[in-house]
C-alpha cells in the first residue's frame, strides 16, 4: 500500500455501518479545502478489517467506532497505541454517558466524537489530527 503525500492526512475510519462511512465520507468531500485539510480515507466494517489495514500502512487518526460486529472497538485502542504512539485516536459512539465517555478516553484514546454527528464537529476532529 503506497503512502500519500504527507500534506494529506490519512485517517482510518472503523465503523460497521455503511450510512455512517457514506456520511463521513460526503463531509470530506464537501470539506473546504481552504480551511480542511485533505483526507485519504481507508475505511474498515470490522476489527479484523481494521487490523488488516493497520498492518498495511501508517495512519494519521484512526476513528473507531465501539460496537463493531466482531467486538469492541475500544479493545483495539491498545494495540493502535502499540503501533503508532503519534496516531490521533478518536471514539465515535452512540454511547455518550460520562462513564462511557470517560471508559473510552483511559484507554488511550485522545478524543471522543459522540453520534450522530454533524458536519462540523467531524471537520473540528480532522483539523485537531495535526495539531492547532
Request: aromatic residues 4%; proline residues 6%; glycine residues 8%.
Amino acid at each position: 500500500m503506497s503512502e500519500p503525500p504527507r500534506d494529506v492526512i490519512r485517517v482510518l475510519l472503523i465503523e460497521d455501518e455503511p450510512a455512517n462511512r457514506a456520511l463521513v465520507r460526503a463531509i470530506i468531500a464537501r470539506a473546504d479545502r481552504t480551511t480542511v485539510p485533505e483526507v485519504d480515507l481507508v475505511e474498515a466494517a470490522t476489527i479484523a478489517d481494521a487490523r488488516s489495514m493497520l498492518a498495511g500502512g501508517s495512519f494519521d487518526a484512526v476513528l473507531v467506532d465501539v460496537r463493531l460486529p466482531d467486538g469492541n472497538g475500544l479493545d483495539l485502542i491498545g494495540e493502535i497505541r502499540q503501533r503508532e504512539r503519534e496516531v490521533k485516536v478518536i471514539v465515535v459512539s452512540a454511547s455518550v454517558l460520562p462513564a462511557e465517555r470517560a471508559s473510552a478516553l483511559a484507554t488511550g484514546a485522545d478524543g471522543f466524537l459522540a453520534k450522530p454527528f454533524g458536519a462540523e464537529a467531524f471537520v473540528d476532529v480532522i483539523r485537531g489530527v495535526r495539531g492547532p
